[in-house]
């Protein structure tokens, strides 16, 4: 299959290519397009053959669920079946926008959306050309990120490119993200409100609008978790990785400098491929050290721009062909924790701490 990249020049205006797409999406055929969080890989979430076109192009495991994406309020009661007062109050709060909203389904989304689950994620994203597809597509739009399952997800038309190239009909080229990392998850499908999934909007925020927000303790952790049902099965799956061996090292600024240098010198010693993951703060540090890559993430003193280029970072380490990926931590709060969540993920849980 050929696919298109078109370069989307006039973003809020309904631009013949945005017509195009949509007009796909309509036959029941896959379109990429950029969202605020990262690129998505959309299909009409009412039509059970579309959606099964995404997890056969991504490779992605039938039982990990999709987000239907709309563009306006009046589609949450055409797919959602009860919908609770604060969750009501979620929507006004904070769409459209980087957060994903659980609620009971209804019949009309099919069972090849949810992963056979009784519930739907909802969310509407700000980005004006998602919204425009959305809304000229006539339908709510299936789209989870527009990467081969497991890889970091996309934050540019060239990521998406790389990874769908001949398995999808057309991208998108809206330009690079402006967030960086996917969609905040909270589930309100039953009694307390419960974070899946941390990302740009935080507990805090919410808690302020729905009262008490509990966050799974499959999220919360520096480990593995272990006995812990993943209630997003998305949660269990290994993620946003990159294909060498990634590891993180926390603690104080020098120590943690020292055993990456360390951890560097060894394993370059052997014969591996090494890539340092800094900050802007620390990079001078890793002056006349052997790794074959040291990049910057972005300022300790701004997390935006940590969310903003650590996936574009992970990839970069792939095609330069890395063994090990020694990476700086950033436990925090909110956008921090969004961001560690990943990064462990990555790293499936290689974390040291000195
Ligand atoms: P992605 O679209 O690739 O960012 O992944 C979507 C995430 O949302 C996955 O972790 C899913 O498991 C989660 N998700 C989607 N629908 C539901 C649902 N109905 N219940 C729980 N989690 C869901
Ligand atoms: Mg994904």
């Not at 038309?157 to 001949?166: F, I, L, N, P, Q």
Request: overall charge neutral; proline content about 6%; aromatic content about 6%.
């Amino acid at each position: 299959m050929n696919t298109k990249l078109v370069k989307i020049q006039a973003a809020g205006d309904l631009s013949s290519q945005v017509k195009e797409a949509a007009a796909l999406i309509r036959e029941g055929r896959l379109v990429a397009f950029p969202t605020e969080t990262v690129y998505g890989l959309g299909a009409d979430a009412l039509n059970e053959e579309a959606a099964a076109k995404i997890y056969a192009a991504k490779g992605r495991p039938s039982d990990n669920p999709l987000i239907a994406h709309i563009w306006d309020l009046s589609q949450v009661n055409l797919i959602a079946g009860e919908v609770p007062d604060a969750a009501v109050k979620i929507m006004e709060r904070f769409w459209p926008g980087p957060l994903t909203i659980i609620l009971k389904k209804k019949s009309i989304v099919p069972d090849g959306t949810t992963g056979g689950l009784d519930t739907v994620a909802i969310r509407m994203p700000s980005h004006p050309v998602a919204a425009a597809l959305i809304r000229e597509s006539g339908t709510v739009i299936a789209a989870p990120s527009a990467n081969i399952s497991g890889r970091p997800s996309p934050t540019t038309a060239r990521h998406v490119y790389e990874d769908m190239k001949g398995r999808i009909p057309m991208i998108l080229d809206g330009g690079p993200v402006g967030i960086g990392i996917e969609s905040t998850i909270i589930d309100m499908s039953a009694g307390t409100p419960v974070i899946l999934r941390p990302g740009y909007i935080s507990l805090k925020e919410l808690s302020e609008v729905a009262g008490t927000v509990l966050s799974d303790p499959a999220i919360s952790g520096r480990k593995k978790p272990e006995n812990v049902v993943a209630k997003a099965p998305g949660m269990k799956y290994r993620h946003y990785a990159p294909r060498g061996q990634m590891i993180l090292v926390e603690g104080e600024k020098d120590r943690v400098i020292s055993k990456i240098r360390d951890l560097v010198s060894r394993k370059t010693a052997e014969g591996y491929r090494a890539a340092v993951l800094a900050t802007d703060e620390t990079i001078e540090a890793y002056h006349g050290c052997r790794a074959d890559l040291i990049k910057s993430m972005g300022s300790r003193s701004d997390p935006n721009s940590i969310a903003a280029s650590l996936y574009g970072v992970l990839r970069d380490c792939d095609a330069m062909k890395a063994d090990y990926i020694f990476s700086e931590s950033f436990f925090g709060e909110g956008l921090g924790d969004a961001i560690m969540n990943r990064m462990l993920k990555a790293a499936a849980y290689h974390l040291i701490s000195v």
